[in-house]
Every structure is written in C-alpha cells, then in structure tokens.
Nanobody, 115 residues
Framework: QVQLVESGGGLVQPGGSLRLSCAAS????????MGWYRQAPGKQRELVAD???????NYADSVKGRFTISRDNAKNTVYLQMNNLKPEDTAVYYC?????????WGQGTQVTVSS
C-alpha cells in the first residue's frame, strides 16, 4: 500500500521560511516523479513544484526563486524548502507521487502565512 505522509507545515510570518517533508512508503521511490501541490480556500489545486527521477525540477511561476524542491532517495523523502513566504502562499500543501498509471496523494499539511 502506497503512503505519503507530509510534515512541516505551520504558521509563519511574511518573509519567513518553512520546510515541508514527505515520507513515502510502499513504492520504489527513486523511479517516480514526486511533487507538491497546494490548494487555497475557494481555489483549485495547483502544482507548486515537482522533481523527476533524474532530478529535473519544475516550478510554478509564483514560487520560482523562493521555493526549492529536493529529494533524498535513501530516505524515500521529498522536501519543499519555502523561503520569503507571502500571505498568498497560504494553503494546504499536498505531496504527490506520479506512478504513471495513477497519482497518489498525501493527506496535506496546512501552511499559513500571516502577521
């Protein structure tokens, strides 16, 4: 059974930083593209960043230069380092694994950027 467990969300002031982690189990982690999506209240879920098995990275325009996605295949974990956070980054952040035939989602972690 595939499981993705996110951690690291919380409340942070504008300009602050957070690092999200997502631990995967039940898959051969190293061969799949992993990613982070987010969903703000009343909005559609959107891609934040993803990273392929060969470490190719893709970012939403709104987070380029502020967020960094990385992976540690030895730990079956993907990370999202978020710097210079803005109130518009407030959302539930979801970890995802693209297993080609289907996409698996974590339960989500809340990130709130507010003074």
């Amino acid at each position: 059974q595939v499981q993705l467990v996110e951690s690291g969300g919380g409340l942070v002031q504008p300009g602050g930083s957070l690092r999200l982690s997502c631990a995967a189990s039940g898959i051969i982690f190293s061969i799949y593209t992993m990613g982070w999506y987010r969903q703000a209240p009343g909005k559609q879920r959107e891609l934040v960043a993803d990273i392929t098995s060969i470490y190719s990275r893709n970012y939403a325009d709104s987070v380029k230069g502020r967020f960094t996605i990385s992976r540690d295949n030895a730990k079956n974990t993907v990370y999202l380092q978020m710097n210079n956070l803005k109130p518009e980054d407030t959302a539930v952040y979801y970890c995802t694994a693209d297993l080609n035939i289907r996409r698996v989602w974590g339960q989500g972690t809340q990130v709130t950027v507010s003074s």
